[in-house]
């Protein structure tokens, strides 16, 4: 049974709604800005978003945080498929099925400094809002929609691993169709947590670059309306591995990562040659990139198209596999007439595979396209859409 995905909704570093992000994507625009506030003693850029976000309903306010506001605004752009999805087939017909892995950390950060300065908590902060898995909660609460919801955290694989499990209940009969993205917001225990394991780059990630040093954290979301129902934007396969190589590192020659692009093909009926495009995971690290251009080359033919967005959003951590569905979605639906850029210094690592990085401009064509995200502890998620 193949699957449509009837609209998107997008929030990230690039601008607010599929409009705004298509243009920064033609103009090959970074969203960085330079933070002092995150780790202590040191300046960072960081992907932020800058758009003004929804505030939350009042059925949903005991989770209202800047990561479900995140979520909501992107949600809010495709409230009028999500109600006739409802319409048509009941509320409880509808699933919610989102990504994350900071949920309202940034909340709990705020909340346990004005305790440690004040000797009491402060007023509206509840602890829910830190749950990992009130994504979902809040987004169904705030949709009015009623079927199963839940959030899934598997690192940086969050948001792509959705859809996996949203056509899982579609095709199990248990509902018609599913609201699936994910969100994820900048916070100090993220930034710090990279910093500590020495992977933050001190300026801008640099994908595939000999000169690559670090990742550059970012934010954002992205909603879909997943559904039986024919649409310009098709999903075509998933593909999904767990190899646990390392808590942190990945496997050095990418076998998981392979596994799960192979997967994908496989589940789409297609072959290596029928994809388009390629959007890496392409954190800008030693060890991601080699392993990741080892899988890639090792599948797919020499001239296929890749890029890292990330170099324009920064990794976006439990978003980052939805808002990169996202730029394909954009493509492939006619939005953006252009591939995303490969934004990078031009210094090819020669250790790695060469690799056909996409140049600005790159007219985005129609055939299918692949998207990777590869979480700590070995979880991978490939996926390609296609035109339906």
């Not at 909501?72 to 509320?91: D, E, M, T």
């Not at 989102?98 to 305790?115: K, M, Q, R």
């Not at 609201?179 to 916070?187: F, I, Q, R, S, Y």
């Not at 690592?349 to 396209?369: E, I, K, N």
Request: with cysteine; glycine share 12%; net charge negative.
């Amino acid at each position: 049974m193949r699957l449509f995905i009837a609209d998107c909704g997008v929030i990230c570093p690039l601008g607010s709604g599929p409009a705004e992000v298509a243009a920064s994507l033609v103009a090959g625009r970074r969203g960085f800005v330079r933070s002092a506030r995150l780790v202590p003693g040191r300046t960072v850029s960081v992907g932020a978003v800058e758009a003004d976000l929804p505030a939350a309903p009042p059925e949903a306010a005991r989770w209202d945080c800047r990561n479900n506001r995140l979520m909501l605004g992107a949600l809010h752009q495709i409230a009028p498929a999500i109600a006739a999805a409802a319409s048509r087939h009941g509320a409880h017909r509808v699933a919610v099925v989102l990504g994350t892995s900071t949920a309202g950390i940034t909340e709990g950060e705020a909340a346990v400094a004005a305790y440690r300065r004040d000797g009491v908590w402060p007023e509206g902060f509840d602890y829910r809002q830190q749950e990992t898995g009130n994504l979902a909660v809040f987004a169904a609460a705030a949709l009015g929609l009623t079927g199963p919801a839940y959030t899934v955290a598997n690192a940086c694989a969050s948001s792509a691993k959705v859809f996996a499990s949203a056509r899982r209940l579609i095709r199990a009969g248990i509902v018609d169709a599913a609201v699936v993205g994910g969100a994820d917001t900048l916070c100090g225990i993220t930034l710090n947590g990279f910093a500590s394991l020495e992977a933050l780059s001190p300026g801008l990630c640099n994908p595939l670059s000999r000169n690559r040093d670090g990742i550059t954290i970012g934010e954002g979301a992205a909603a879909f309306l997943l559904t039986r129902d024919e649409a310009p934007v098709a999903l075509l396969g998933v593909g999904e591995t767990s190899d646990a190589h390392h808590i942190t590192a990945p496997d050095p020659d990418g076998r998981g990562a392979r596994d799960a692009m192979a997967q994908a093909l496989a589940d789409g009926g297609l072959r290596a040659r029928d994809i388009g495009y390629i959007n890496l995971h392409g954190t800008g690290t030693p060890l991601n990139d080699a392993m990741e251009a080892r899988a890639v080359a090792a599948l797919f033919p020499a001239d296929t198209p890749v890029s890292s967005s990330k170099a324009m959003t920064g990794h976006m951590l439990g978003a980052t596999g939805g808002v990169e569905a996202a730029l394909l979605w954009l493509a492939l639906s006619g939005a953006c007439p252009v591939l995303p850029p490969h934004l990078w210094d031009g210094e090819a690592d020669l250790a790695l595979p060469p690799l056909a990085v996409v140049a600005q401009g790159t007219p985005a064509g129609t055939r299918a396209m692949l998207s990777n995200s590869f979480g700590f502890g070995g979880s991978n998620a490939s996926l390609i859409l296609g035109c339906g």
